[in-house]
């Protein structure tokens, strides 16, 4: 149906940057919207930002406003993550996600990629 590939995971310095890459290929069409959720050890999975397709209306976790960006390349159906000034509490398995306009749940989902902030 839908999958979905996450890439640029990896180890950074506090205050560094890193770019998260998702790669989207099947049934895109039918996508609405793109999100990325991130899950630490010992802790529940938190979503961090989304994108929608057709607009590229975008909405963000208030702990990485003004920190991290997310874009879409409708061509290219990918969806990336961009994010800045790190924090060791940014370290998590980052996992790139879609739905459909309904249901409104997140169905299909990347195999994750770690990112670890070093202080």
């Known amino acids: 149906q839908v999958q979905l590939v996450e890439s640029g995971g990896g180890l950074v310095q506090a205050g560094g940057s890193l770019r998260l890459s998702c790669a989207a290929s099947g049934r895109t069409f039918s996508l609405y919207r793109m999100g990325w959720f991130r899950q630490a050890p010992g802790k529940e999975r938190e979503f961090v930002a989304a994108?929608?397709?057709?607009?590229?209306?975008?909405y963000y976790a208030d702990s990485v406003k003004g920190r991290f960006t997310i874009s879409r390349d409708n061509a290219k159906n990918t969806v990336d993550l961009q994010m800045n000034s790190l924090k060791p509490e940014d370290t998590a398995k980052y996992y790139c996600?879609?739905?459909?306009?309904?249901?409104?749940?997140?169905?299909?989902w990347g195999q994750g990629t770690q990112v670890t902030v070093s202080s």
């Open positions: 994108v929608n397709w057709s607009d590229g209306s975008s």
């Open positions: 996600a879609a739905r459909r306009l309904v249901p409104i749940q997140y169905d299909y």
